[in-house]
């Protein structure tokens, strides 16, 4: 099993919709997650992080985090077409020193 | 005002060669790394650095040899350059503990492509 596992999409939305991103990671203790947005040929920029359960808004972004479940998702409003990019979920697992692992992301496409 | 930032840009390089990517940043930050992202876009971490000492350091050649004289710097040698090595290289930093928990910044990225 994939330490961080997203779905690789690509996820098309119309824009002004509700975009879902969704992430499971496989070790429970994990204690820190993040989602970064990067655009093609650019680098990985850092959007929303959370650290307990429940969610955690940040104008237009919704980050939603079930440890239970092991579920981390990122929801986006009123979708823009500048939204469309690769959205890479990482999680720091507990213990030592902090190695974050990313998933393979999730290419989104807003169609205007 | 750049946070994080790399040279070169883009590297283009002959099979056998060796070459330096190196990293700056200016956030204050007490720990650096670098990420290797393939074709497939998948970034996967290679070495990290808190404050000079090496904590991180991920299966990789031991062609591949990090440097950091401080912590605000972070270089990548490469020897005996190969194909394979062709990929874009983050530098990234974040501060290890406290309230930030580990958020880390990224550089532009190198593109290095071997022939």
């Known amino acids: 099993q994939k330490e961080v596992e997203q779905n690789s999409g690509p996820l098309s939305v119309p824009e002004g919709a509700i975009a879902s991103l969704n992430c499971t990671y496989s070790d429970r203790g994990s204690q820190s997650f993040f989602w970064y947005r990067q655009y093609s040929g650019k680098s990985p920029e850092l959007i929303m992080s959370?650290?307990?359960?429940g969610d955690k808004e940040d104008g237009r972004f919704t980050a939603q985090l079930n440890k239970a479940s092991q579920y981390v998702s990122l929801l986006i409003r009123d979708s823009q077409p500048s939204d469309s990019a690769t959205y890479l979920c990482a999680v720091n697992p507990p213990g030592g020193y902090q190695k974050v692992t990313f998933g393979t992301g999730t290419k989104l496409q807003v169609i205007p | 005002d750049t946070a994080v930032s790399q040279t070169p840009k883009y590297l283009v390089t002959q099979m056998g060669n060796d070459k330096s990517i190196k990293c700056e940043q200016n956030l204050g930050h007490d720990t650096m790394y670098w990420y290797k992202q393939d074709s497939k876009k998948f970034l996967k971490i290679m070495f990290s650095?808190?404050?000079?000492?090496?904590?991180i350091n991920e299966t990789v050649p031991n062609r591949f040899s990090p440097k950091s004289p401080d912590k605000a710097h972070l270089n990548l040698h490469i020897n005996s350059l190969e194909l394979g090595d062709s990929a874009v290289y983050f530098c990234a930093s974040s501060f290890l503990a406290g309230g930030s928990r580990n958020e880390q910044f990224f550089g532009p990225g190198t593109r290095l492509t071997v022939l």
């Open positions: 650095y808190n404050n000079k000492e090496l904590i």
């Open positions: 959370i650290y307990s359960n």
